[in-house]
C-alpha cells in the first residue's frame, strides 16, 4: 500500500517495483518515457518501451521468474521538471541471494505534472568499470 507522505516520484518508484515482481508490463511500461534507457546489465542498454519491456521480461526470465525488487533508503533531489533518485535497490530471486545495488535513477515530469523514468541505472556507478584513464 502506497504512503501518503511519499512523493509522487517514490510512488511511481513503488509502482514500478511492484509491476515487476507482479510481471504486469503494461503498468510497467506506463511510468516510462518513450525513449527511457534501461541499464540492462554494465556495458548492455535497452533504448525504448519495446526494448525495456523485452528486456524485463528476459531479466524475469533469468530470475526464473521469481524476481524481488524493493528499496530499502532513497533519495530523491528534484529540480523544476527533473528528479534524481539514488537508491538502495535489493534484487533477490529463487536460487539467487539478496544483492544490494546503489542505483541511479532519473525522472522528468511529463506536461500533465506526472513523473516518469526516462534512465534506470540500477547498477549506478558499477557501470564505469574499473577503467584508468
Known sequence: MLKTNQNSVEQQIEIADRAIME??????MSIYTDDAVLVVEPGRNARGKEQLRNAFVKISEFFNN????????????E?????LVLANTVVSGPDFPAVTRKATYVFKKSEDGVWLCTIDNSYGHEIIGNAIA
Open 79 to 83: 529540480s523544476d521538471d527533473t528528479a
Open 23 to 28: 510481471k504486469d508490463y503494461d503498468m510497467l
Open 66 to 77: 521469481g524476481l524481488r525488487v524493493e528499496q530499502n533508503g532513497l533519495e530523491v533531489l
